[in-house]
């Protein structure tokens, strides 16, 4: 059996009531953000497609006996969403970010491009930048490329030069080895863009059009 098809079995453990969050989430916060914050939180409960990211993983009774070596730091809706009411675990809305997109990441990390899992967390990903860049922040640096920028990019990257391709594999390699995926019956590997962090990305962008630049 698939990680994938195994993980969608929590949706038996999960809490089914949609609206849960609306009465167990505490209003009652100091500040505005985490007033955004809780409500991008409600919004994202809310949806039945978040069942599977909103407790811990159960990846002991799953048998997912690899899980915690493919992922380092676990994160789910529910922990956050006790991390924000306690009041003193973010000191700040980009670290309440940095959690929930650890979610999103986890996802993608652990389970296959293509599979349920996989696209619910990239639909779910999507939706929070969205909400999170109109009511929290706007221009946030470790905001996840945008799926027209990461076309962008990987179009560019077939205009520079292999020796140029291979600087840029090289460096992707020291400072973001969980998007390499190499292949076992060739030596050739391929990029998952969605799991390129933010800021590595913008660093890669800023790598590829000085390479355009001097090409013109």
């Keep these: ?6 993980l969608l079995q929590q949706q038996q453990q999960f809490h089914h009531a949609s609206s849960l969050p609306q009465h167990q989430i505490k209003q009652s916060v100091s500040s505005s953000w985490e007033s955004e914050v809780l409500k991008i939180l409600v919004r994202i409960f809310s949806r039945k497609d978040s069942e599977l990211f909103r407790e811990p993983v159960a990846w002991q009774e ?19 969403r006790r991390k924000l009411e306690s009041g003193k675990e973010y000191r700040k809305p980009e670290d309440c970010a940095a959690d929930i997109r650890l979610i999103w990441h986890n996802a993608m990390l652990y389970n296959a491009a293509g599979s349920r899992v996989y ?6 990903s999507e939706l929070f930048e969205t909400a999170w860049s109109q009511s929290v922040i706007k221009d946030d640096v470790d905001r996840p490329p945008q799926v027209e920028e990461m076309q962008a990019w990987a179009e560019s990257c077939h205009r520079i030069s292999p020796e140029d391709l291979g600087k840029i594999l090289s460096y992707l390699e020291s400072a973001c080895p969980q998007c390499l995926v190499k292949r076992s019956d060739t030596s050739e590997v391929d990029v998952n863009v969605d799991l390129i962090g933010a ?9 590829i059009d000085e390479k355009k630049r001097k090409l013109v």
């Design 1 to 6: 059996m698939s990680s994938s098809s195994v």
């Design 62 to 80: 799953l048998g997912l006996l690899d899980y915690l070596m493919v992922v380092k730091t676990p994160m789910d809706l529910t922990t956050v």
């Design 119 to 124: 696209f619910l967390a990239k639909t779910l």
């Design 199 to 207: 800021r590595c990305f913008r660093e890669l962008k800023t790598m």
